[in-house]
Nanobody
């Protein structure tokens, strides 16, 4: 069993930065690929970034590539998302997820083994 709790969201201006964290519980945190997904009002949840269990591989949506960086610290059971150069279109609820699948495959599926409760990110223009 893995429980995930996101933090770090907030209200920022366009061009600002934020770092989201996702604290995981359970000894098996390091067995899972981890990812960030987001859902804007009136839209479906979408892939943002995923990272393999050993941090060797990371994948990004085209819309965030070059601006966002996903990382994880398995010793701390924590997943991160560094978001730079934020844009109003980045406004959404951001969710972390864990799944026992490759990070590449995780980017293309909707159902995950575990989801966090989400954290709101609002970017004003």
């Amino acid at each position: 069993q893995v429980q995930l709790v996101e933090s770090g969201g907030g209200l920022v201006q366009a061009g600002d930065s934020l770092r989201l964290s996702c604290a995981g519980s359970g000894r098996t945190f390091s067995y899972y690929s981890m990812g960030w997904f987001r859902q804007a009002p009136g839209k479906e949840r979408e892939f943002v970034a995923t990272i393999s269990w050993n941090t060797f591989s990371a994948y990004y949506a085209d819309s965030v590539k070059g601006r966002f960086t996903i990382s994880r610290d398995n010793a701390k059971n924590t997943l991160y998302l560094q978001m730079n150069s934020l844009k109003p279109e980045d406004t959404a609820v951001y969710y972390c997820a864990a799944h026992r699948i490759t990070a590449q495959a995780m980017a293309g599926i909707k159902n995950m083994d575990y989801w966090g409760q989400g954290t709101q990110v609002t970017v004003s223009s």
